[in-house]
């Protein structure tokens, strides 16, 4: 199989495959791309996996999804998968925990991650911005500083929809991002 694919990029123009993924401090990854180039750098097609709140990030998941939607692109010459960040789910929000180790953890949650949060969710109607420390006795004894609060359900959708319009495009734009990565 893997042979198959592999004559089937080169018979496409493909010459070299690149992954990144875009991160955000609240929610970590938020999409996974791969972008197939020919011999002349020219950008011959996009896939994005875009991860869901509600899913555990697999780095081999993210790259198998964006890879399916690269070749579809290439192989049909073709853009599909519209982003759609006006879905509307029956839960607007999720509900996280973090477990806070060091005071620097914490001070970086409340000083970058916790005003995006309270910003996003005022936006779609969650006030007040949930925000809650508590500390938790462990079985050792010991105690521990734990952070729970509500992120936007679409929150990674949203962010991707301000770059990209489509999950599988054919022949598309470079992104600035893209460009500084393939210089690199």
Known sequence: MREKIKEKLGELGVDRIKFYYHKSPICHNI???CLFFNDQNVL???????CSVLDSFSK???????????F????????SGLIN????WKDKSVKRSLQIKRK????FFFSEVAPILIQLNNEIGITPAEVDTRLEELKDGNVRKKITYRIPRNYPVQETSKMF???SEYRPEMTQTEKEFLSS
Do not use: M, P, Y
């Open 44 to 50: 011959l097609s996009r896939g994005l996996a875009i």
């Open 72 to 79: 579809t692109a290439l192989k049909d010459a073709s853009n």
């Open 104 to 107: 620097e953890d914490e001070d």
């Open 31 to 33: 999409f996974t791309a």
């Open 60 to 70: 081999i998941t993210g790259r198998g999804i964006a890879f399916g939607r690269a």
């Open 85 to 88: 960040h006006l879905l509307r």
């Open 165 to 167: 319009k489509f999950k």
